[in-house]
Nanobody, 121 residues
Framework: QVQLVESGGGLVQAGGSLRLSCAAS????????MGWHRQAPGKQRELVAT???????NYADSVKGRFTISRDNAKNTLYPQMNSLKPEDTAVYYC???????????????WGQGTQVTVSS
């Protein structure tokens, strides 16, 4: 079992930045990949970025060039850095722990509780 706690959300003006964090606890030795997702009101949850065990990252086209994701392995904490924020980035952001299938798709197994990010225009 892995427990995840997100923090760092809030209200920011368009063009601003926020740094989120996702702290993992429990069976962290088993973590192969972590993901960052978001869900805007009335929309499906979407995968924003993933971080694989040995440091490779992937980003959705909608955030590429603006968001970066890093991990402090000693603290088992993931840090999504969001720059040049837009009103359409407003959503509840969730982190996950999961795995990659042979197909290359990421499948989350554990979820955090989410943190609200609101970008004002």
């Amino acid at each position: 079992q892995v427990q995840l706690v997100e923090s760092g959300g809030g209200l920011v003006q368009a063009g601003g930045s926020l740094r989120l964090s996702c702290a993992a606890s429990g069976s962290t030795f088993s973590i192969n990949a972590m993901g960052w997702h978001r869900q805007a009101p009335g929309k499906q949850r979407e995968l924003v970025a993933t971080y694989k065990k040995f440091g490779s990252t992937n980003y959705a086209d909608s955030v590429k060039g603006r968001f970066t994701i890093s991990r402090d392995n000693a603290k088992n904490t993931l840090y999504p850095q969001m720059n040049s924020l837009k009103p359409e980035d407003t959503a509840v952001y969730y982190c996950s722990v999961g795995r990659y299938a042979y197909s290359g798709s990421y499948y989350p197994d554990y979820w955090g509780q989410g943190t609200q990010v609101t970008v004002s225009s």
